[in-house]
């Protein structure tokens, strides 16, 4: 029989049953449900709602259980629903009637709220150490590449000369970013709804106070209609993956693009890539092609809680019971991607030769030529007009601007003179940009500095 079944004359449909029950996958909350019972029970006791002794017998019970899932020795019903019925019922059949008094002055409303921020709660500071330990992936490779000299690129056209190391700082600081965001969610959410009750709390001496330091969280959520129908959190920590996914999509991207024999800058390890069934010269980067794909099915789970939430009224909606598919997909997915991605890293070989041969041609010292200009006394744009000039004779002559004679030079400009081949060589063009943030070997190791500086305080 159904625990809310008092009300009912008709058993319920056996396919309403299956829409209904989220034992399938809510199942995976049992220690957080679990903990906020036994809280909730000791709360129950000390205030004098239920007998103490009632309270340690529901204790010492949910104390079992907890040992008896965790040995593989509790099957779930899905006749039960949902991992709060399940655990309930399995509770009273141990204890008996003290396992009854356990759901005074609560409700499924706020037990399932309370579950899912624990459970977010405790995924959280798992992923940031994911995403730090990339850091550390990210910052190995920069201090071991930081005069592998390559192209820069916009609108995926040559452009600027930087090295591999300025672009290993550009990715490390975005996963910073992504730190920074799931702390912020994790600073956000960190407010206990146990006691909202079913959504106006409840007419028994409740202390929320002392649950909500009970479970580790800073205070009680301040209003009880919002905290069984709020999953702002949920969609914040979907957000904050959605973006964290889509960095590691672009970085995906470079990477497929430069395992390819069009460009060959890097070489990914066998043990990250795979062959073909057919054409047996094929390695392919299938782990980034993986991760690019897998981006979407995270911003998937963010879409569908949008959807989900955005037409709800207050409170609590069985709506709701579909963001835990979607949350527990999308951090399994991404707890996936970056171990995966960190090592496909880590393991790559860099081909500086390659990096460098490319950079040498696409004119990307063309900026550096007009620069030089200047240095001479020539405004920007004239200078910008006469290096368009020689670009144009080098596509003619099939030369590059460090090829072109300085008699080819001084045909366009009386300005040049031998120490512009100096002032085009690719180092000097890259070491040159000393300003912060730039690709200059020293302004590469500060930022490397940077970010190890933030991996090891939040690490803590």
């Known amino acids: 029989m159904k625990l809310w079944a008092g009300r009912f004359q008709k058993e319920t449909d056996s396919l309403v049953n299956e829409i209904n029950s989220s034992i399938d996958f809510d199942a995976r909350l049992y220690k957080q449900d679990i903990a906020g019972s036994i809280a909730h029970a000791q709360m129950l006791g000390k205030q004098g709602i239920i007998e ?159 649950t909500a330091a009970a479970l580790g969280f800073q205070k009680p959520t301040d209003n009880s209609m919002d905290s069984v129908s709020d999953r702002d959190y949920v969609i914040e920590l979907l957000s904050a993956l959605s973006i964290l996914m889509m960095h590691l999509s672009r970085f995906s991207e470079e990477i497929v693009l430069w395992c390819s024999w069009e460009f060959k800058f890097v070489d990914l390890d066998d043990a990250y890539s795979t062959g073909s069934s057919i054409m047996p010269q094929k390695k392919n980067p299938d782990v980034a092609e993986l991760v690019r794909g897998k981006t979407g099915r995270v911003y998937g789970a963010l879409m569908a809680l949008l959807t989900v939430m955005k037409g709800l009224p207050l409170a609590y ?27 496909m890293l880590d393991t790559l070989t860099i081909r500086p030769k390659n990096m460098a041969r490319a950079a040498a041609g696409g004119f990307i010292n063309a900026t550096d030529c007009a620069d030089y200009l200047t240095r001479k006394g020539l405004p920007f744009r004239e200078a910008y007009m006469i290096v368009g000039r020689l670009v144009n004779l080098c596509i003619k002559t099939g030369d590059t601007l460090d090829t072109l004679t300085l008699r080819d030079f001084r045909a366009i400009s009386g300005l040049f003179d031998e120490d512009v081949y100096e002032a085009l060589a690719l180092k000097t063009c890259v070491n040159g940009r000393k300003v912060y943030g730039g690709p200059a070997k020293e302004s590469v190791e500060k930022q490397i500095v940077l970010i190890e500086e933030f991996v090891a305080q939040h690490r803590g």
């Open 52 to 210: 103490a002794h009632e309270a340690e017998t529901i204790v010492e019970g949910l104390k079992t259980i907890l040992a008896d899932i965790e040995a593989g020795q509790v099957e779930f019903s899905a006749d039960n629903e949902d991992i709060h019925m399940n655990i309930e019922t399995i509770l009273t059949q141990r204890v008996g009637d003290a396992g009854k008094r356990l759901h005074t002055a609560r409700s499924r409303n706020d037990q399932v709220a309370v579950d899912t921020r624990l459970y977010v709660k405790e995924e959280i500071p798992v992923l940031i150490g994911l995403v730090l330990d990339l850091e550390d992936v990210l910052v190995k490779k920069a201090k071991a590449t930081l005069d592998a000299v390559m192209p820069g690129y916009t609108h995926v056209q040559r452009a600027q000369p930087t090295t591999f190391a300025h672009y290993m700082m550009a990715y490390a600081n975005m996963f910073k970013r992504d730190v920074t965001r799931l702390e912020d969610c994790l600073e956000r959410l960190d407010e206990c709804p146990l006691g909202a009750g079913a959504l106006a709390t409840t007419t028994y001496p409740i202390d929320r106070f002392a």
């Open 317 to 343: 909606n069985k709506d709701t019971q579909e963001d835990k598919e979607a949350l527990f997909d999308a951090i399994d997915t991404v707890e996936i991607c970056l171990p995966v991605f960190g090592a």
